[in-house]
């Protein structure tokens, strides 16, 4: 049983902050007046990636190879989704956004605590493999990040408008910077990505012989690929924003979890493989 508790602890720490935040939410309580309950959501959002990512680096290198399983590797993409938001609400303010990425933190730390198989790559002393696996787990976070942004820009546009959410929200960044935070992530986002692809047709090239399988997590990854493209070029040609810009999201990080989370979860959760 005291092998559960540090990732109890850590899903403690992500729960405790997110339901402080929607009590403040609930009570309609001013949060720039908060600015004390802020720091320590913060300081304690701080201390809760710290002690998830030394659980991660445990037993992802647990016995010197590269553990990437399933629930690791989802783990891992939450934790990262978590500091990139943390990074930026200490400039943007996105208090907010605490409501759509803790939850779902808490809840993916602890899934390798309860993991029955591990899945050590037998490549796992190449660095540049390892470097192709971290970069592409970067990028699915940032996306991750984007995807629950711009979630959050769809509650933010209708409450300015006054339109019907089904969630209340207390403040908002003005959605101009909301905007541009949302490409600047996807523009890293997008540069990573592509970066995966190519490095993932020269690992497929030395281990299957040929650059490229042509399976639903090639076509959904380039498909996600595309898609962010357009939008990028929309944003560049067009000034796509608002509606437009979330749509198109929307829709590139649903074909890259089909891609990713989908494949990962056939292979190890239903297959055993």
Request: no cysteine.
């Amino acid at each position: 049983m005291h092998q559960y508790i540090p990732y109890l602890v850590v899903a403690f720490i992500y729960i405790a902050v997110a339901a402080d935040f929607w009590r403040s939410a609930k009570s309609s309580l001013d949060m720039s007046a908060s600015a004390s309950s802020h720091s320590l959501h913060s300081a304690m959002i701080a201390l809760g990636l710290m002690l998830h990512g030394y659980l991660l680096y445990r037993d992802i290198f647990a016995v010197g190879g590269f553990n990437l399983g399933f629930y690791y590797a989802l783990s891992a993409i939450l934790w990262l989704t978590v500091l990139i938001y943390w990074i930026a609400d200490l400039k943007h303010a996105l208090h907010s956004l605490q409501a759509f990425v803790l939850p779902p933190a808490a809840i993916f730390v602890l899934l390798p605590a309860f993991a029955i198989e591990n899945y050590y790559l037998p490549t796992a002393e190449a660095n540049l493999f390892m470097a192709h696996i971290a970069i592409a787990i970067l990028a699915y976070s940032l996306f991750t990040f984007a995807a629950l942004h711009a979630l959050l820009m769809t509650i933010a546009e209708r409450t300015l408008h006054k339109q019907p959410t089904l969630i209340k929200l207390p403040s908002f960044p003005p959605l101009i910077v909301m905007d541009s935070l949302l490409f600047k992530v996807i523009k890293l986002g997008f540069v990573l990505l592509t970066i995966t692809l190519i490095s993932g047709m020269l690992f497929s090239e030395q281990v299957f012989g040929k650059p490229l399988q042509w399976n639903h997590k090639t076509i959904f990854s380039i498909a996600s690929w595309l898609i962010y493209a357009w939008l990028l070029y929309g944003r560049y040609r067009y000034g796509w924003r608002g509606k437009t810009a979330i749509r198109w999201t929307l829709f590139g990080f649903v074909l890259l979890l089909l891609a990713y989370v989908g494949s990962r979860f056939v292979l190890h959760i239903l297959l055993g493989r």
